[in-house]
């Protein structure tokens, strides 16, 4: 009997905790379109969680529900948009109006470096006092003042007009009283006092994270935080209190060792605090550029202490993004190497080829236009590679003219191993994200990509492949 009442008190709890709210659209240009609304699992590794997947009646509307354990900015990527709003367990009815209809270009989806328009949803019916009109209002403030003042607060640190700043938006949003709203307009005002040439994380540490509430889902507090603590580990172990870092790693892979380490410094006495700053640590150990001087930390030892966190941790939170770096640890692993698509395209003979026919040997997949002068050059430097390596390795040239005759004038006593042509098939440059001819990728006798993208010829791709074919 005990138990069932324990079992009822629980559920009842769980209704409470998680708050059943609506969003919906009224009308849009999104016409019978699938939209997927998701949110950041956690601010370290950016991971997406889907909150919703919708499909939009023939007006482009739709209702549905979503389920929220606290406030949480919702993002939606439309055409060259990425949307976004905040939506909280407190309010129960969101009605969005999203932008105009604009579709990418095909340069625009071929580029891998396009980034997106950032637009705030607007909520219809919001009063200047919910939460997303109070951060566009701060936001348009905030970055007026940035804009202006960039120069000298990047230069000379200018705390008095940092200070003054902050009074003004302490008074402006005096009658507000969110705490949510309140954190953020804070930690961007922080921000600020980081900006400069006598920035110190030790500083800004101590006075606004030390012993402080962590706002795992509040991005200018995580932002801040973010910037303070990137490629912490390196720099740590090249200070005087951090010199034991990388044999503690080593040899002790303790969590508790790293964190009384970390209590050295004197802006650190908090637990928390600290096992979030190693885990930031290791996920940027994991997935930042490393320059030639910086320290390596022996990945092994690192996945321990990771697993650590995500298994023993006390905080949610802390467990969450350890299993989060986790997982994209292993998404990177496949994106690494995945398996190739097995695209058909039309060969110059007119037959049908395969990716799968060429499984067996390394592939040196290339593509090539004949319009373009060093794609041509290097079809040429692939005539003698090929006579003395096709044992080892077959050359496949994907052409992507836009007029089949000027593939099909193609000399093919010339160029003897297979030639292909893209057609209609741009999919293929998406997924190889192709935007300058020639490119070139190297795939395994799996069928697996190898190096994504390989060197040319030119640059030393031979001697690349042999150390791979010894290893």
């Not at 026919?357 to 794609?375: E, I, Q, S, W």
Request: hydrophobic share 35%; with cysteine; aromatic share 16%.
């Amino acid at each position: 009997m005990i138990r069932l009442i324990l079992i009822f008190f629980f559920n009842l709890f769980a209704l409470y905790t998680v708050s059943q709210t609506t969003i919906g659209v009224v009308g849009s240009d999104y016409k019978n379109e699938q939209i997927l609304f998701y949110t950041y699992s956690d601010y370290i590794t950016f991971l997406k969680d889907t909150v919703a997947l919708v499909n939009t009646d023939e007006k482009g509307g739709f209702s549905t529900r979503i389920e929220l354990q606290e406030t949480k900015e919702i993002f939606t990527d439309l055409g060259v948009f990425r949307c976004s709003f905040y939506a909280e367990k407190e309010k129960k009815n969101y009605i969005l109006n999203l932008p105009s209809k604009r579709e990418k270009t095909e340069a625009e989806k071929l580029n891998i470096y396009f980034e997106p328009i950032e637009v705030r949803i607007e909520i219809k019916d919001e009063s200047p006092k919910d939460l997303n009109r109070l951060i566009a209002s701060f936001d348009n403030i905030y970055n007026d003042f940035l804009t202006r003042n960039f120069d000298t607060i990047y230069r000379y640190s200018a705390y008095k007009l940092i200070d003054k700043f902050e009074e003004d938006m302490n008074n402006y949003y005096s009658e507000i009283q969110h705490l949510f709203f309140t954190s953020y307009r804070n930690y961007k005002i922080y921000e600020l006092r980081f900006l400069g040439p006598n920035r110190s994380y030790e500083t800004i540490t101590f006075k606004y994270y030390n012993r402080k509430k962590i706002h795992y889902n509040n991005f200018s507090y995580m932002h801040l935080f973010n910037l303070m603590y990137k490629d912490f580990f390196n720099y740590y172990s090249n200070t005087k209190e951090g010199e034991k870092l990388q044999n503690i790693i080593k040899e002790g892979r303790s969590v508790k060792q790293l964190k009384a380490l970390l209590e050295q410094n004197n802006a650190l006495s908090d637990n928390d605090l600290e096992e979030l700053i190693i885990l930031k640590g290791i996920n940027d150990e994991f997935f930042n550029p490393k320059m030639p001087n910086q320290t390596l930390f022996p990945t092994i030892q690192l996945n321990m202490i990771l697993d650590s966190i995500a298994n023993y941790s006390n905080i949610e939170d802390h467990r969450k993004i350890a299993n989060n770096i986790i997982k994209k640890t292993q998404q990177n692993n496949e994106r690494n190497n995945p398996e190739v698509p097995n695209f058909e395209l039309l060969s110059i003979d007119n037959s049908i080829k395969k990716m799968s026919d060429f499984k067996g040997k390394f592939v040196y997949l290339n593509f090539m236009r004949t319009d373009v002068v060093p794609a041509m050059e290097s079809m040429d430097r692939l005539i003698n590679f090929y006579k003395e390596h096709k044992s080892d390795i077959e050359i496949v040239s994907v052409f992507t003219d836009d007029d089949i005759l000027d593939f099909q004038k193609l000399d093919t006593n010339k160029y003897q191993w297979p030639l292909l042509y893209l057609g209609n098939n741009k999919e293929i440059l998406e997924y190889y994200r192709v935007i300058t001819w020639p490119q070139f990728y190297l795939i395994s006798p799996e069928g697996k990509l190898v190096l994504s993208p390989a060197p040319s010829l030119k640059e030393n791709f031979e001697i690349r492949f042999f150390e791979i074919i010894d290893k």
